[in-house]
């Protein structure tokens, strides 16, 4: 997905909803921050997206440009609308979140996703192989620190699947890694 596409869709969302300030918690919040990510970070088709003031509007989201919509079929990508239990992030995270306004292609709608280290701490709590190439790409391209995402990772709250301790020793083996010559 490329910025152009993730703008397609916040335009779409703000259209079906009346609301314009969005949060956007998955891979594709890469989008706001770098928009020139490498492409191994850009390849899901799907923007977690949830309406900030209005969660109860996700449904219609979800709905009017969820997988398998008409808004998919004929753009090829699509909006899942999430609720705010979705994305586990560490506390504090609304503090350091990058906040997109103002960019001609939104055309009013304001983005709201979480810094990149939250971002990828979040990734590694559901730690599926997806997201731990994500990750991997976002320290290889050097958007990421592993040491910040380790300690982000202890900030974690809840745990509901159990992998905070997986996460955290594979993210620690990535830190010794990219501390070799």
């Known amino acids: ?9 916040l335009r779409a969302a703000r259209a079906i909803t009346g609301e314009s300030v969005f949060m956007i918690v998955g891979s594709q919040a890469i989008l706001a921050q770098h928009p020139d990510a490498p ?8 923007v977690d997206i949830l309406p900030r003031d ?3 509007l996700s449904d219609l989201i979800e709905g009017a440009l969820g997988a398998e919509s008409h808004f998919h079929a004929t753009f090829g990508y699509h909006a ?11 506390m504090g995270w609304e503090d350091r979140a990058f906040v997109l306004e103002g960019h001609p292609l939104l055309e009013g709608a304001v983005v709201i996703c979480p810094e990149i280290h939250d ?5 590694l709590m559901a730690f599926r192989e997806k997201d731990r190439s994500w990750v991997e790409a976002a320290v290889t391209a050097e958007l990421a620190d592993p040491a910040t995402i380790a300690r982000r990772l202890d900030g974690i709250g809840r745990d509901p699947g159990g992998t905070r301790g997986l996460a955290s020793r594979w993210v620690k083996a990535m830190e010794c890694q990219s501390s070799e010559p």
């Open 1 to 9: 997905m490329e910025m152009n596409e993730l703008a397609h869709v």
């Open 119 to 123: 971002l990828c701490a979040s990734k």
């Open 80 to 90: 899942d609308g999430i609720g705010e239990e979705t994305a586990i992030l560490p």
């Open 54 to 56: 209005r969660p109860d």
């Open 39 to 46: 492409a191994a970070m850009k390849m899901s088709m799907e």
